[in-house]
């Protein structure tokens, strides 16, 4: 069965240091998302991408949060300065349909801020 | 506002024994509901979903969920549970036009052998 993949599956990075979260998703979806969550807490969604833009982003994607799809391939997160607050898991997922059809997600990568 | 609640943190169960996971919800539009495993190590994955007709939902591995429009709720079962059933349980909602799913906290299932 086709997987979404998430590469490092665990990131650390200084404070105020930029960084990037790739993602693989399944080659024929077309809706892609990033969720995350910090440990204890509930899985929060970030932001949804559909042909090469975003559709739709909560508040905690602020203007230091962006995403790309820059291969057709690849789904990338950058946090451009990391916060403490930051570190949390981060799960990419992706889906065929944009409604009626299940999110596939990543395993995730944790991402540690120091 | 939307939202979900998982009220078990962690429900401890011997083999065999029965299960059930309360969720309930606050959402005022369509209601389209999942249910998401994620065991040791590994990724979310999908157990079952409602998005219409018969309110009772079977999934994968002998589990169902019950959808009680009067009650908000959509708990999950399973009659006889098994060690490898040790995982994380996330009812989750959809919450938007744009797939973006609202979790609850999650609920932490130990079986023991």
């Known amino acids: 069965e086709p997987e979404v993949t998430q590469t490092p599956s665990h990131q650390v990075t200084q404070m105020g240091q930029e960084v990037i979260l790739r993602c693989v998703p399944i080659?024929?979806?077309?809706?892609f998302y990033w969720y995350r969550q910090i440990l204890g807490q509930k899985v929060e969604f970030l932001v949804s991408?559909?042909?090469?833009?975003?559709?739709?982003k909560s508040e905690i994607f602020d203007d230091q949060f962006s995403v790309e799809r820059p291969d057709g391939s690849n789904f990338t997160l950058k946090i451009r300065s990391t916060k403490l607050e930051d570190s949390a898991m981060y799960f990419c997922?992706?889906?065929?349909?944009?409604?009626?059809?299940?999110?596939?997600f990543g395993n995730g990568t944790r991402l540690t801020v120091t | 506002a939307q939202s979900v609640s998982q009220h078990n943190h962690h429900v401890i169960l011997s083999e065999a024994a029965s299960l059930e996971l309360g969720c309930n919800y606050s959402?005022?539009?369509?209601?389209?509901l999942f249910w998401y495993v994620q065991y040791p190590g590994q990724h979310l994955q999908l157990l079952l979903k409602?998005?219409?007709?018969?309110?009772l939902v079977k999934g994968i591995k002998g589990f169902e969920a019950e959808f009680i429009k009067s009650k908000f709720s959509f708990n999950l079962r399973k009659p006889s549970v098994q060690w490898s059933d040790t995982a994380e349980y996330f009812c989750?909602?959809?919450?938007?036009?744009?797939?973006?799913?609202?979790f609850g906290k999650g609920t932490k299932l130990s079986v023991k052998p």
């Open positions: 997922a992706s889906s065929d349909r944009q409604i009626f059809s299940p999110l596939h």
């Open positions: 080659s024929n979806h077309l809706y």
């Open positions: 991408f559909y042909n090469n833009e975003i559709s739709e």
């Open positions: 959402y005022g539009g369509t209601v389209n």
């Open positions: 409602y998005f219409s007709g018969d309110p």
């Open positions: 989750a909602l959809l919450g938007g036009s744009q797939g973006n799913l609202i």
